[in-house]
């Protein structure tokens, strides 16, 4: 009885179609998997954010951390530096999908509209309280900031830069995770953060 030593070449041609037809279907499922984990991650950094955030108001008498700080010497102490004591590590404020590491690889940004920073403005650093935030469960304090590489700058969320469309975060599954002033953090798709308080000019249509 004669017996084949080996696989004639339509078989092989066979066998690596199936190869090829098996990984275009599994790699992007894989590559949902991994991004489901960073994003479950990041919404854990978020959450201990928010906490820590909730942590220092608590130590000063129900006031909110502000975006910036005035200049000490020749720069402006930020939000995340002045969270420092309150944060068990420092990777805690990177997004485990940020592809860039600008300004230290800071992956989150601060409502700094309606928490504490205005650029070159007599009223930087100024805090809020607790109080007055009238829908604390509707207003977004910090979350994800779109990766902006050299031009990131810690103190801006949903930055806007002049000459290039809205920064919105869309890392994750085209979206962002966001922490709000009453504690709960929410992925948002970019779509629906770009829809917010329709008919106010940018930036302010994110200040609540």
Not at 2 to 19: D, M, Q, S, W
Not at 129 to 135: F, K, M
Request: hydrophobic share 40%.
């Amino acid at each position: 009885m004669n017996r084949r030593a080996g696989f004639t070449l339509i078989e092989l041609l066979v066998v690596i179609a199936i190869i090829a037809i098996l990984a275009a279907i599994l790699f992007p499922v894989f590559a949902r998997a991994r991004e489901n984990a960073r994003k479950a991650n990041c919404t854990s950094n978020v959450k201990q954010i928010i906490m820590a955030v909730l942590s220092y108001a608590q130590d000063y008498d129900e006031t909110l951390i502000p975006g910036a700080c005035p200049p000490k010497g020749s720069s402006y102490i930020y939000w995340y530096e002045l969270l420092d004591p309150y944060l068990k590590n420092a990777e805690i404020i990177r997004c485990p999908s940020m592809k860039h590491a600008g300004y230290g690889g800071l992956g989150y940004g601060w409502n700094y509209l309606e928490f504490g920073y205005w650029p070159s403005s007599p009223g930087t650093g100024w805090c809020t309280h607790l109080g007055e935030v009238e829908n604390p469960a509707e207003t977004i304090l910090l979350g994800d900031s779109e990766d902006l590489g050299a031009r990131a700058e810690p103190q801006y969320f949903f930055y806007l830069y002049r000459r290039h469309a809205t920064y919105l975060p869309k890392r994750h599954s085209e979206g962002g995770v966001m922490g709000h002033v009453d504690g709960h953090v929410k992925w948002y798709p970019t779509r629906e953060l770009q829809k917010a308080q329709p008919g106010v000019a940018a930036p302010w249509r994110y200040a609540p």
